[in-house]
Each structure stands twice: as structure tokens, then as C-alpha cells.
């Protein structure tokens, strides 16, 4: 789907750029210049800020307002027509299609433009950084509530944290990971954004947080470094019967790529749009072979560009 979509949005986004602006300004905006909204998913506020930073230096007269919230918040300043777009990391289900649909807008294009992940981080005191698959979900569905029950290197209480009870990596662990079971109620602790849930795993030794992998991807940005000095992250085998079961996969990059490392998921550009303007224009460059790169600079895997792997392997 997305092999036809994105040639057909790069095609419009050169066509429209190459008209005078004056004969195409019948709306207050298009495909490069304007002025807009969109929504954004708070554990992918990094990669979108990058994204941005490139666009609007790129396109001097497009001026492109990200409002930072909850996945559900994205989705519903979208519903309301408040955004122009959404970037989440979930497709549309077929309720919000019908919604949709309902006011009129039967092509809404959600579109594939990287793959990331959740990350399990805990307190860089607790030597409990590899788990399986299958005690990771006995953790987050309260069957394990204390330490000792994993594999005997830590010890105390466990306290699940999590950004926004709305928000992605919530919804992403229940419907994932719990295949649908709610989260034990008395041992979750929600914060407000990504960056407070390292903080607060930082400073709780009993602690176990799962975060965007954004927010500690990209190994060139002093922030993000910063966030994997303070606390440890955790490998985690592939569930029972799958490929790479045994062997603890990180979220690093290649093993996301690869399909190795469990928690990975797909981030769209969600775009409501019926014409082109600077919303689809900014899909079309998230698409683009330099919106790509950004992508795989910022340690997240591309969607459409290739990703060459190299092996860290050690022959010595």
C-alpha cells in the first residue's frame, strides 16, 4: 500500500511546489506553505522536533505547529478537526474510519514512515536487566509483584511506570504484551511525559519503566545520552515459539529491524486532508528519502529506505 502512496504524495508535493504559490493559494495553505497544526504522540516528540527543525528550514514559508499530548489526545484533536494530521503509532481502527466517514472524509491516508519501540528500563542499581518474553508479561499482568520472583539478583516491591495512562506505550503493553488484561492498578505509577519516567526510574531502585525508544535512540544527541546514564535498559527474549527465543534482544536499531527485539510497533502520519495541502506536504517529506534519514539517524527503522546492518560482531 504505502509503495503506491508515497510516489503518488511526492509527485503532488512536486507539482504543487513548482506552481506559482498565487495561483494555488485558494485555500490558506499547501503541500510547502501555510500554516497548520498537527498532533503528535509525546513518545515520538524527539523525532518529529528533528523532522521539523529540517522541514521548515527546507520551506521557509510553511510554519507547522506540533501540539505534544497523549496518543488518545492526538487521535481525538483529529476526530474533531482540530489538527490537520497525527503523528501516533497506531493505524486508525475502523470506528474512527466510520467517524470520519460520517463527516465526510471517506480517504483519510494513514501512512507507514518508521518503525520504533517500547523500552524496558529500570533503576541502574538493579541487576535484573535480561528477562523473558513471558516474565516481563507475568510483571505487567501483577502474576510477578516482587523482584525475587524474576531471577534473584534484586530484591523489593515492584512499581510499574508509564508516561500518561492515555497514551501509547499504555495501550501498546495491554494490547500487546497482556493480549488485552488491564494493568495491576496497585502497582502502576503514571508520570506526564517519557523524560519523567527516566527521571523517577532513576532515582526508585525498584522501579520499571517502559518508554518510546525515541527518547534514547539517537547516539549523537547529548540528551539522550544523558537519559542512558541514569538508568540501565533491559533485554528481553522473543516470546515462546518464535525466532531469536533464548537470546536477549535490545531496542536497538538492527534488532528492530530484524524483527528480533518483541516491542517494537509501526508510527504513521495519520492525515485527514482532501486536498494537498501542507499536512499531506509534510507526510509526503516524513516519506521522502531525506525524511528517511532522519529517521535512521535518530535510531529508529525506516519505513521505505533501505537499512544496511552491519555486524558488531567480535572475531577475535
Known amino acids: 500500500m504505502n509503495k503506491i502512496i508515497i510516489p503518488i504524495l511526492l ?8 506552481c506559482d504559490k498565487n495561483q494555488i493559494r485558494g485555500g490558506t495553505d499547501g503541500a510547502t506553505f501555510g500554516n497548520i497544526k498537527i498532533a503528535v504522540d509525546e513518545t515520538l516528540a524527539p523525532i518529529i522536533d528533528s523532522q521539523l527543525m529540517v522541514f521548515h528550514a527546507t520551506y521557509k514559508d510553511a510554519h507547522i505547529t506540533p501540539i505534544i499530548g497523549s496518543e488518545a489526545e492526538a487521535i481525538n484533536l483529529l476526530l474533531r478537526d482540530s489538527v490537520r494530521s497525527a503523528i501516533v503509532t497506531r493505524d486508525l481502527t475502523q470506528k474512527e474510519r466510520d467517524a470520519f466517514a460520517s463527516q465526510g472524509y471517506h480517504h483519510v491516508r494513514a501512512l507507514h514512515i518508521a518503525t520504533d519501540g517500547v523500552a524496558v528500563i529500570v533503576n541502574p542499581n538493579n541487576r535484573d536487566t535480561a528477562m523473558t518474553y513471558e516474565q516481563l508479561r507475568d510483571i505487567t499482568m501483577g502474576k510477578i509483584s516482587d523482584w525475587s520472583q524474576v531471577n534473584g539478583k534484586h530484591s523489593g516491591k515492584i512499581q510499574i511506570v508509564f508516561d500518561n495512562p492515555n497514551s501509547s506505550t499504555v495501550r501498546f503493553v495491554q494490547d500487546t504484551l497482556n493480549k488485552g488484561a488491564e494493568l495491576p492498578k496497585d502497582r502502576v505509577f503514571a508520570t506526564k511525559t517519557n523524560a519523567e ?120
Open 197 to 316: 519516567v527516566i527521571e523517577h526510574v532513576a532515582k526508585t531502585p525498584n522501579a520499571i519503566g517502559f518508554i518510546g525508544i525515541n527518547w534514547i535512540s539517537d547516539q549523537e544527541d547529548e540528551t539522550h545520552l544523558s537519559f542512558l546514564r541514569k538508568i540501565n535498559t533491559v533485554g528481553i527474549t522473543a516470546e515462546q515459539g518464535h525466532t531469536g527465543y533464548a537470546v536477549h534482544w535490545y531496542p536497538f536499531q538492527a534488532d528492530i529491524a530484524r524483527k528480533y527485539y518483541p516491542l517494537r510497533r509501526n508510527v504513521y502520519s495519520i492525515c485527514r486532508e482532501a486536498r494537498m495541502g501542507l499536512g499531506s506536504g509534510f507526510a509526503a517529506f516524513l516519506a521522502s528519502e531525506r525524511g528517511q534519514r532522519i529517521v535512521l539517524k535518530a535510531g529508529l527503522v525506516p519505513a521505505t529506505a533501505p537499512l544496511r546492518i552491519v555486524s558488531t560482531k567480535n572475531n577475535k
Open 11 to 18: 509527485s503532488a508535493v512536486f507539482l504543487f511546489s513548482s
